[in-house]
């Protein structure tokens, strides 16, 4: 029902939850959501979720009701959030895990923005890198263990597109951005697009 320009296809929103081990009741949080395919797919998977999606865009580009419709029509229990907003605003994170009862999330899963949107003039860097750094933030505000973004134990799993003959390495996060977030890696898949571009699965396990 929510059409968008650029939609994550719905195997592609599968395996991205299989992949994040997502289980009975976890909190789930996509912080560049669009359509929100991959809480649609999670909700699928466990329909006890509670997830929480943000997006950036305006209703005319992604359509909030038609978002909710998607999972209605399913009879699935949507969103308890839906946040117009840049996830990289504490303000728009602490918004989403008010939604949660202001608990850290179980599981981070996205599939960030590809091309010109992750260059514009007040996002210098990767979106993955801003992601990562704002779960270091969070983990090292005062506030105590409710304050974290992402809970010890916790999966964050995205894609990260690499163009053929581009160092994937520059839209990484550094291991020193890993080690503040408490973070450590755990796998990579790369899924060929077509000849020129591939995007790589993700995956980091939050062990601090």
């Known amino acids: 029902i929510c059409v968008t320009n650029t939609p994550l296809c719905p195997l592609a929103a599968y395996t991205m939850c299989n992949v994040a081990r997502i289980q009975p009741g976890d909190r789930i949080f996509d912080p560049f959501a669009g359509s929100c395919a991959i809480l649609l797919a999670a909700s699928m998977i466990e329909p006890t979720v509670l997830s929480v999606g943000v997006e950036i865009a305006h209703n005319g580009q992604v359509n909030r009701d038609h978002i909710v419709q998607d999972f209605t029509s399913r009879n699935l229990t949507p969103p308890v959030a839906i946040i117009r907003g840049d996830s990289m605003s504490n303000d728009v994170r602490n918004e ?29 860097d990767p979106p993955l890198v801003n992601l990562v750094n704002c779960i270091a933030r969070d983990r090292e505000a005062e506030g105590g263990e409710n304050y974290r973004l992402l809970k010890k134990g916790g999966r964050l799993v995205a894609f990260v597109p690499n163009l053929e003959g581009d160092d994937i390495a520059m839209d990484m996060p550094s291991e020193d951005a890993l080690e503040r977030a408490g973070l450590q890696f755990s796998q990579m898949l790369e899924q060929p697009l077509n000849d020129s571009l591939s995007r790589w699965l993700v995956e980091y396990i939050c062990v601090k």
């Open 96 to 124: 989403a895990k008010a939604a949660v009862g202001n608990h850290p999330f179980d599981v981070i899963v996205t599939d960030p923005p590809y091309g010109i949107r992750e260059k514009t003039g007040f996002c210098l």
